[in-house]
């Protein structure tokens, strides 16, 4: 579907602006001689190592043990299950040649790790016993993506993919686990104050292989959907063909059950998308690679005593457990100095002069509400520890809501379509029926993004064939 020139260049302008704040920022260099990949550049480097941290311990935590799964696939596991390869065979990359040697088996470089798992999956489980299996792995993985390539949103090496694998005896069990894995998911969001819809996607747009797949999507600034997370209820899919099999007590062979989910850099993509201002990035306190940045304001005469003064803060704040900085460059104004961490989204600035050695204080400022305020000395720790809770849930609730406002109720085709033209997200009343909706992604270039779970049938009718209402459709652009 052709989209208007307007749009084009609406959004043409918000991946510009996109690109180059992750320049500017630091976070990571699109300029990469290959398409479709970027470096991660220091300060982002550790903006991904602090988001890491987080899901690495929540699924931790969850009973989750973490491995590591070689990249090559061979092509004939890749080929086991027939589903999956039908949909990642145009996004495979392939290794044919070995130095000089053609090779008489060609391995694929992983576009995610199923295949490469399931194999090892059945040589490990035999009883009952053995389950459930939980592990998840960090790696990259490769997609030639055909469609549009996007900085951290759509790239073809997927650098720090996260990937869960689970294994149960029984259907109930799996499904338990796609329940604690929404859990965890949940919870990792909140942590970095995103907002997010948890959606049952539409049959036709499930994971390969999935019987259902439930996606966590945000709303980035300019209206469009971007899928940050995925959980996938395999069922026997892949046990099958990959004869995963266990005793159960009685003695039997079953094949078990499985899930998996993941995901990838997209969330920090997200998150400096949506918490930015005019200013560049807004980072919430817990993965701020700089939590606090002390600027000394100081002339010739004073320099010493307020370097003395910001030395000690900082040690305070150091051995308090703060992420700080103390941003002593000379030749540098502290306007400048202000104007640079507020780009990279440092989410506290402590302001010191002679002022504040004076009276034994030191200048507060808030990146999220850009607000200032004095703090006496002794109460330095728990003021700016309180004020980092508050920061992250101001950042959350800000972004909750602006993204409830780029959702809609509408009740007619019509009203769909103006919403999403109108760069919102529509919410409507619907029969349940694919066939009333297959072809609203063709004729209109939107995409049906799917169904809330757990809500009750409104009382309305469908918004498109009019007859009595089941569920809750969204549907919207999309990365
Ligand atoms: C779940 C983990 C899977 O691959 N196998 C193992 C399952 N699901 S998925 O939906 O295909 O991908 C998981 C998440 O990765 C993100 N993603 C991407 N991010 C950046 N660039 C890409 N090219 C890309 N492709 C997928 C999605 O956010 C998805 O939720
Ligand atoms: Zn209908």
């Known amino acids: 579907m052709k989209e208007t020139a307007k749009e084009t260049s609406k959004e043409k302008k918000f991946m510009d602006w996109f690109t180059e704040i992750l320049q500017t920022a630091e976070i990571y260099d699109y300029r990469y001689p290959v398409k479709g990949c970027g470096v991660w550049l220091p300060y982002g480097f550790k903006l991904r190592e602090l988001t890491l941290k987080i899901l690495r311990e929540l699924l931790n935590e969850t009973g989750h043990s973490e491995t590591?799964?070689?990249?090559?696939?061979?092509?004939?596991?890749?080929?086991?299950?027939?589903?999956?390869i039908a949909?990642?065979?145009?996004?495979?990359?392939?290794?044919?040649?070995?130095?000089?040697?053609?090779?008489?088996?060609?391995?694929?470089?992983?576009?995610?790790?199923?295949?490469?798992?399931?194999?090892?999956?059945?040589?490990?489980?035999?009883?009952?016993?053995?389950?459930p299996v939980k592990?998840?792995?960090?790696?990259?993985?490769?997609?030639?993506?055909?469609?549009?390539?996007?900085?951290?949103?759509?790239?073809?090496?997927?650098?720090?993919?996260?990937?869960?694998?689970?294994?149960?005896?029984?259907?109930?069990?799996?499904?338990k686990q796609v329940e604690e894995a929404v859990q965890i998911y949940s919870k990792f969001f909140d942590k970095l104050a995103l907002p997010y819809l948890i959606l049952k996607r539409p049959e036709w747009d499930k994971f390969a292989g999935a019987e259902y797949s439930i996606a966590f999507d945000t709303i980035m600034p300019n209206g469009k959907r971007l899928q940050i997370g995925t959980i996938h209820y395999l069922g026997q899919t892949f046990s099958k063909p990959f004869e995963i099999k266990y005793e159960d007590v009685n003695g039997q062979q079953k094949y078990?059950?499985?899930?998996?989910?993941?995901?990838?850099?997209?969330?920090?993509?997200?998150?400096?998308?949506?918490?930015?201002?005019?200013?560049?990035?807004?980072?919430?306190?817990?993965?701020a690679p700089i939590q606090a940045v002390i600027i000394p304001i100081y002339t010739k005469e004073?320099?010493?005593?307020?370097?003395?003064?910001?030395?000690?803060?900082?040690?305070?704040?150091?051995?308090?457990?703060?992420?700080?900085?103390l941003d002593n460059a000379e030749d540098e104004t502290p306007g400048s100095k202000y104007y640079k961490w507020e780009l990279r989204g440092v989410p506290i600035r402590v302001e010191i002069g002679e002022r504040e050695v004076e009276k034994s204080e030191v200048t507060v400022f808030r990146r999220d509400k850009l607000e200032r305020r004095s703090v006496k000395r002794g109460e330095i720790i728990g003021e700016l520890k309180k004020l980092e809770k508050e920061i992250h849930l101001n950042l959350k609730e800000r972004a909750w809501g602006k993204m409830r406002e780029k959702i809609r109720l509408t009740r007619t085709?019509?009203?769909?379509?103006?919403?999403?033209?109108?760069?919102?997200?529509?919410?409507?009343?619907?029969?349940?029926?694919?066939?009333?909706?297959?072809?609203?992604?063709?004729?209109?270039?939107?995409?049906?993004?799917?169904?809330?779970?757990?809500?009750e049938p409104p009382a309305e009718n469908c918004f498109n064939c009019q007859k009595e209402a089941e569920k809750i459709i969204y549907i919207g652009k999309s990365y």
């Open 68 to 84: 590591l799964f070689p990249l090559l696939i061979p092509e004939n596991m890749l080929q086991k299950e027939s589903e999956h």
């Open 256 to 287: 078990v059950y499985q899930t998996c989910y993941g995901i990838s850099g997209r969330p920090i993509a997200a998150l400096i998308a949506i918490h930015a201002d005019e200013r560049g990035l807004t980072l919430p306190p817990n993965i």
């Open 413 to 455: 085709l019509r009203e769909v379509i103006k919403t999403v033209e109108e760069g919102k997200i529509a919410m409507a009343p619907w029969c349940g029926k694919n066939s009333c909706i297959k072809e609203i992604e063709n004729e209109t270039g939107f995409n049906v993004l799917g169904t809330p779970l757990n809500v």
């Open 135 to 175: 592990i998840y792995q960090v790696v990259n993985v490769f997609r030639y993506e055909t469609k549009t390539t996007r900085p951290i949103i759509r790239v073809r090496e997927v650098m720090s993919f996260k990937e869960a694998h689970t294994a149960h005896a029984t259907k109930e069990e799996a499904e």
């Open 302 to 325: 004073n320099r010493e005593k307020v370097m003395g003064y910001c030395k000690e803060v900082f040690s305070l704040l150091k051995d308090n457990g703060f992420r700080v900085k």
């Open 87 to 131: 949909k990642f065979e145009e996004e495979v990359y392939w290794v044919t040649r070995g130095g000089l040697n053609d090779l008489k088996v060609k391995y694929a470089l992983r576009p995610t790790s199923e295949t490469a798992i399931y194999p090892m999956f059945s040589l490990w489980i035999r009883s009952h016993r053995d389950l």
